[in-house]
């Protein structure tokens, strides 16, 4: 017989093999649809549809394809929950889909169930506090299982860090995906013989990947942090990191990945961390980009978030804030440092306080003088109070203003909470700490959360802030709490002050203490030491972009002067390799003023401010709005202050160098820089912030409401903070 098949055989079997090659992709799920369609889910965890990206207090997630994915992140990482698809046939060979979120087996995956059982799963890459939400490719072959019924299931059954999941693209498909290689672990010597690690980044968006890459000095970690590193490519910049706090010159220390393993396509990013001076990262353009803005304090490089440790010690302003030196998103959590004489001439300063790795981060908190040596490190200490993620809250001193040492005691409180606010309470000869604090105690069960917040925050219902007390620093005694059904009002950040209640700007020897907020909501009443009994609140909102903002401690003639974090936007699309983001207000000065409803806050600019001015760019009287604009757009670009007031009060809109600053009231003092306004309405009975939309750097008119009548108009400009101290074009 014949070894070989018939041709009508070989044609047949031909035939049948390229069609099957040749099947089309069969989608199983998009989810660009605004609900689930014949999906079911149980729990709260998915929504009722698909999330069109990134959820509130989630990072960016990225990696899905379209405009939706599935997120189980609605509501945060306590929230639990199914999604399970309805049945469909196995008729190609692998099914395709792309997974983020938590890796946690059973807990947070997506499973291939066949009769019920699981014959196939996949999680997300992200085990440890820090990774990325970004999706990747998984791929299962389906074969032996083809024209069998299957559902697939996507599970969130964990509570805690990292516990959801994301899925997008499920395709069912003759081909495999491509899936990235294994993982690997990285590890070299590192000789430092340089003031600085230099550590290439890749901006989010930019194909790079979040490792923990982790110093040691043999067994010992000096040092462990997240950044992301480029995939196989050139960096955004280059972060300098300073080595001296951590007195490792001329040794040879361990970088390795710590953790899980990494990518392999970041190993020439691996390759390329060095030691050596900052001059090899940092130029004189860094002060002077586009997107920085002049006027409003930020590191060199790097992200921002709250202000930290106001107070006024020695002749100079100290300004601490949340600093990641290794990015331009939030994570590994450092203070950062500037101090000035005026609070218009600012100089930066080493950074104050390292993290221990970003599982111990250096939360916010605040600044004060031990004037009277409670401590008993010598009157005049200048100290600052923080939250230690891995600890609790702790102290600690320093006798140059520049480097702090801990107190022994640390943590000198230990609950669930963060954010201490430390502060003299003369009457009663003792310490008090404000402090935001989430566990259920006697103050919350007596203090219901309202229906109305429990449906927008439900993860705030023992929201609290909670007092502590202490003769010495060193020990110390809970004494009691406030809350308030709107459980946002008390959230995160906390300010106790008394001042004195001012009518027609003279003192009416009335005085009430003002507990404040990170939302800017404020209570007014009264505080004996040990707790506080409100009068009246909340008050307030939330300044537009304004948030987490903290007062001065110990400021000359009894001023109540604060600064906030000014929450701005990336600008990536315009500029791939920003090097900074986010900022602080300007200083501006609280006090509080007799209303017929009552005490209320007003805001104003510290006079110092004027200080910035460098000339009168332009002024007029009564002007049409075309006039007006006219006027704002030859002059008003930033940096620039604008003074303006309408013939009649209302709602007035207007645009000055591409930023919204309508108002509501008859004047106002704008404040202009190059991503936000900040609008003074009517002698600071109201204060807002915005920031500038990406089109606005290259539309940068002003605008008046057609109709509106401007009764007076000035507009100054404002001289950079940063070297070289000008105002001129910012560096392409």
């Not at 502060?423 to 700490?433: A, D, G, S, Y």
Request: proline letters at 7%; glycine letters at 10%.
């Amino acid at each position: 017989m014949s070894s070989f098949p018939p041709a009508a055989v070989l044609f047949a079997l031909t035939f049948a093999v390229a069609a099957a090659a040749e099947r089309p992709d069969v989608v199983v799920a998009d989810f660009e649809a605004a609900d689930y369609g014949e999906w079911t889910t149980t729990g709260e965890a998915f929504g009722d549809g698909p999330a069109a990206g990134t959820l509130p207090g989630q990072m960016q997630v990225d990696g899905f394809e379209g405009q939706r994915l599935v997120n189980s992140f609605h509501g945060g990482d306590g929230a639990v929950g199914t999604l399970t698809s309805p049945p469909f046939e196995v008729s190609r060979d692998h099914l395709n889909l792309l997974v983020g979120g938590g890796g946690y087996e059973g807990e947070t995956c997506v499973n291939l169930r066949i009769d019920g059982k699981v014959v196939r799963t996949a999680v997300g890459p992200n085990l440890r506090p820090g990774g990325r939400e970004r999706l990747l490719p998984r791929t299962w072959d389906v074969s032996e299982f083809a024209g069998r019924t299957a559902r697939i299931e996507i599970v969130d059954a964990r509570r805690g860090g990292w516990g959801h999941i994301n899925v997008d693209q499920i395709v069912h498909s003759d081909a495999a995906a491509d899936v990235p290689p294994p993982p690997v672990t990285l590890e070299r010597p590192l000789v430092v013989d340089g003031s600085h690690l230099l550590v290439p980044i890749a901006n989010p968006g930019a194909g790079g990947e979040t490792v923990r890459l982790g110093l040691f000095d043999g067994d010992r970690a000096v040092q462990t942090f997240n950044v992301s590193l480029p995939l196989d490519g050139e960096p955004n910049w280059t972060a300098a990191y300073p080595l001296n706090h951590f007195d490792v010159a001329g040794r040879t220390l361990t970088l390795k990945t710590a953790g899980e393993p990494v990518n392999p396509h970041v190993a020439a990013a691996f390759e390329a961390i060095a030691v050596g001076p900052e001059s090899r990262a940092l130029g004189p353009a860094d002060w002077t980009r586009p997107y920085r803005n002049a006027f409003h304090l930020a590191p060199r490089r790097g992200w921002n978030n709250d202000p930290n440790g106001l107070v006024y010690h020695d002749g100079l302003w100290h300004v601490f804030y949340q600093y990641n030196p290794f990015g331009i998103e939030w994570g590994n959590m450092h203070w950062g440092h500037y101090t000035s004489p005026d609070l218009t001439a600012w100089t930066e300063r080493p950074i104050a306080l390292f993290q221990n790795g970003p599982d111990d981060a250096m939360f916010s908190g605040g600044g004060f003088v031990d004037a009277k040596n409670s401590a008993g490190l010598g009157a005049g200490r200048l100290f600052v109070a923080f939250t230690s993620t891995g600890r609790g809250e702790c102290l600690a001193h320093s006798a140059d203003g520049l480097t702090f040492t801990e107190l022994p005691e640390n943590p000198v409180v230990k609950h669930t909470g963060r954010d201490p606010k430390i502060f003299r309470h003369e009457p009663t000869e003792h310490w008090v700490m404000a402090v935001y604090q989430q566990e259920e105690t006697a103050e919350t069960r007596a203090v219901p959360q309202s229906p109305a917040s429990a449906a927008r925050e439900a993860d705030l219902r023992t929201a609290q802030i909670a007092f502590y007390r202490s003769a010495d620093l060193r020990t110390w005694e809970r004494t009691g709490a406030f809350t308030h059904p709107n459980r946002r009002s008390v959230f995160e950040c906390p300010e106790l002050f008394e001042l004195p209640v001012l009518s027609d700007g003279g003192p009416t020897g009335e005085t009430r203490w003002v507990l404040y907020g990170a939302d800017n909501r404020y209570f007014l009443g009264d505080f004996d030491g040990k707790t506080f009994a409100a009068d009246s609140g909340p008050h307030g909102d939330t300044h537009g972009a304004f948030y987490a903002a903290q007062t001065f401690n110990n400021a000359p003639d009894g001023r109540r002067i604060q600064i906030g974090w000014l929450r701005t936007a990336l600008y990536l699309d315009r500029f791939p390799d920003q090097t900074v983001n986010q900022c602080l207000s300007l200083p501006h000065e609280l006090t509080l003023h007799a209303t017929p409803d009552g005490p209320r806050l007003r805001f104003t600019p510290v006079a110092e401010a004027e200080n910035l001015r460098t000339d009168l760019r332009a002024e007029g009287e009564d002007l049409s709005a075309e006039q007006a604009a006219e006027l704002l757009t030859a002059a008003a670009a930033a940096p620039s202050e604008t003074l303006v007031t309408f013939a009649e009060g209302g709602r007035h809109t207007l645009t000055i160098d591409g930023v919204d600053a309508s108002f509501e009231g008859t004047s106002a003092r704008i404040f202009t820089d190059r991503t936000v306004a900040e609008i003074y309405v009517d002698g600071g009975h109201r204060y807002v912030v915005r920031t500038r939309p990406d089109a606005a750097f290259q539309d940068a008119v002003s605008r008046v409401a057609p109709g509106d009548r401007v009764a007076s108009l000035r507009v100054y400009g404002l001289k950079s903070i940063w070297p070289p101290a000008a105002s001129g074009s910012p560096a392409e």
